[in-house]
């Protein structure tokens, strides 16, 4: 079955805990992508790796860390010292290429009480 | 700067035509996006634009002017399930999306 992984779908945390959402893709794409989804926003670019062991921050990385050992994985963990986590995570996947046509997972929301 | 500017919200009645708007300032251009988006779900893809023009498919259809920074996508003989969010996004200099916030269109009967 082919496709972009994320889960839970659902996800609930106290505040002050780390936590980690998964992100797994089997398209064998290059290029792979977190955004973060807050009601009447745009999506905001948190991290994007374009090749394993290699990655870089995009608009809003601050309190959020991730990972790219593997090319089918790109974990994102969001860490206490992001002030709103609360959120709708989405994981995108793409060809490191110009054209560059994002597929999406079917994301998490977060929710830290 | 970037910015993209959207409709927040759009309505129009079952089998008729609705127009969504975007109107872009970037850093560079690469190709318009547009993506639809039903409530808590992923984004999915709907056309790419990079030339001036008009590209149909099927229902849906978009245009882009690059010269006044605009799109716009076409909905034809609208169906209950085309109510979703429709995301515009404008590839930068960097290669890079950039997102519009959104327009809800709601379908009535």
């Known amino acids: 079955d082919g496709g972009i992984t994320q889960s839970p779908k659902y996800l609930f945390r106290k505040e002050g805990q780390n936590v980690t959402l998964s992100c797994e893709q089997n398209?064998?794409?290059?290029?792979m992508y977190w955004y973060r989804q807050d009601p009447g926003q745009g999506l905001r670019l948190i991290y994007y790796?374009?090749?394993?062991?290699?990655?870089q921050k995009g608009d809003i990385a601050e309190g959020y860390s991730v990972s790219r050992e593997k090319k089918e994985s790109f974990p994102l963990t969001v860490t206490s010292a992001q002030k709103n986590p609360t959120a709708f995570y989405l994981c995108?996947?793409?060809?490191?290429?110009?054209?560059?046509?994002?597929?999406f997972g079917p994301g998490t929301r977060l929710t830290v009480l | 700067g970037q910015n993209i500017d959207q409709p927040t919200e759009m309505t129009a009645t079952e089998g008729a035509i609705v127009q969504i708007n975007c109107t872009y300032q970037t850093s560079g251009f690469n190709g318009l996006f547009w993506y639809q988006q039903h409530a808590g779900e992923a984004p999915t893809f709907l056309s790419y634009?990079?030339l001036d023009g008009l590209e149909e498919k099927g229902r849906f259809s978009s245009f882009l002017s690059r010269s006044k920074g605009y799109s716009y996508l076409l909905l034809k003989e609208l169906q209950m399930k085309d109510s979703a969010s429709y995301l515009c996004a404008v590839m930068d200099s960097n290669y890079q999306l950039i997102w519009g916030a959104g327009t809800k269109l709601i379908i009535k009967p």
């Open positions: 634009n990079v």
């Open positions: 995108a996947v793409g060809a490191a290429s110009d054209y560059n046509e994002q597929f």
């Open positions: 790796s374009q090749i394993v062991n290699d990655f």
């Open positions: 398209l064998n794409h290059d290029a």
